[in-house]
């Protein structure tokens, strides 16, 4: 682990255990390991960016590892090397990842052209997005050229990867009671894609009908402009996928042509500085003595209604900064 410069070396000659203990170590919360990794980082740098970045989001269940599986195995048959980054935002309340078993993705996981990697999204609420951006350039510099990032769509983290994606699929299946229900928590603002799956056996025409009417109501929303397109498919009778596939190149390839990706990666970018930088005040604000000897007053008398959340901020900031409150 110690040496980021031979270890780059061994990742971009596309040396599997190179890249999952690159990995680990980017995963590492230690401040050593972290230091070894910001050289490893900027040694592969140069070689990351060429892979269709895609994201596939929905809530628990919806089929979005069956998705992958298929969707991933027609990938590497048109010739894409495919990577799988598959977050798990819970395990940090449950300490282990529902996401460790690689089972449904078994036939992916055995290609030699395929590599999939489960990942705890660790305690931050874009842990999502801290880390897992940076596993997505080691796997480019790897030579993986399609990159998949699966998280279960709860709470802040479909935003969190649509962020960090070129592409975002929301998956929902039928049959959930209210069809629209994306719609009104705003999550499909973030996606670029809506699937329907599951469009088999006695859910074929509640999910036929579920499209439409998801269909019909993008279309209300957006007026102008490009419609948010609609697929319906069953990923586990493999039907549907490849055409979505091809939609799914045929978009990639349209942003790169008239260069709405790299003005996405560059605005994606400068956000991640953004959040980096706020992330990394907070980390050292909590860690400053002065602040942890202020922090616990502070609290009791915000709780007692003594002082107002504001005033006691503005303490906590004054000292961490070293000036008179
Ligand atoms: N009928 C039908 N079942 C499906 C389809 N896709 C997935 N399933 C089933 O749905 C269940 C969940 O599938 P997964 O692929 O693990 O779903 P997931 O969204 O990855 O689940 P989490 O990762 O736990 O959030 C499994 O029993 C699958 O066999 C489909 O197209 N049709
Ligand atoms: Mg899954």
């Known amino acids: 682990m110690s040496d980021p410069a031979a270890l780059a070396a061994r990742l971009q000659a596309g040396d599997r255990t190179a890249l999952a203990r690159a990995i680990t170590l980017i995963e590492s919360t ?20 060429r892979s269709l970045r895609l994201g596939v989001t929905g809530a628990p269940g919806v089929g979005k590892s069956t998705f992958i599986e298929t969707f991933g195995l027609m990938s590497l048959a048109a010739g894409r090397r495919v ?19 690689k089972t449904r993705m078994g036939d992916l996981a ?7 990697r489960p990942s705890p999204a660790g305690p931050m609420l874009g842990g999502v997005a801290r880390r897992t951006r940076e596993t997505v350039w080691l796997c480019e510099a790897a030579g993986f ?4 990032v699966e998280t279960v769509g709860v709470g802040q983290s479909e935003t969190a990867v649509a962020d ?21 928590k705003g999550i499909v603002e973030i996606a670029d894609l809506l699937v329907v799956n599951k469009a088999d056996g006695d859910l074929a025409p509640a999910a036929q009908r579920a499209a439409s009417e998801y269909s019909h109501a993008l279309r209300l929303l957006r007026p102008v402009g490009a419609a948010v397109p609609v ?29 709405s990706l790299d003005r996405k990666r560059a605005a994606q970018a400068r956000a991640a500085l953004w959040s980096e930088l706020g992330e990394s005040l907070l980390d050292a ?15 009791t008398e915000v709780a007692a209604t003594r002082l107002t959340p504001s005033a006691a901020a503005s303490r906590a900031l004054a000292a961490f900064r070293g000036v008179p409150s």
């Open 83 to 101: 990577a799988v980054l598959a977050v798990d935002p819970s395990s940090k309340t449950t300490g282990g990842s529902i996401l460790g078993d």
């Open 164 to 184: 960090l994606v070129d592409l975002c699929l929301l998956m929902i299946a039928p049959g959930g009671g209210d069809e629209l229900q994306g719609i009104k």
């Open 110 to 116: 055995r290609q030699t052209d395929a590599f999939i």
């Open 30 to 49: 230690r401040s050593d390991h972290r230091d070894t990794a910001e050289d490893l980082l900027a040694a592969i740098l140069p070689a990351s960016g």
């Open 145 to 148: 050229d399609l990159v998949i």
């Open 285 to 299: 604000l909590k860690r400053d003595p002065k602040v942890a000897k202020l922090l616990p007053a502070l609290e």
């Open 231 to 259: 697929f319906a498919i069953s990923a586990l009778e493999k039907r549907g996928v490849e055409k979505l596939r091809q939609h799914v190149e045929a978009a990639a390839h349209i942003g790169t042509q008239d260069g």
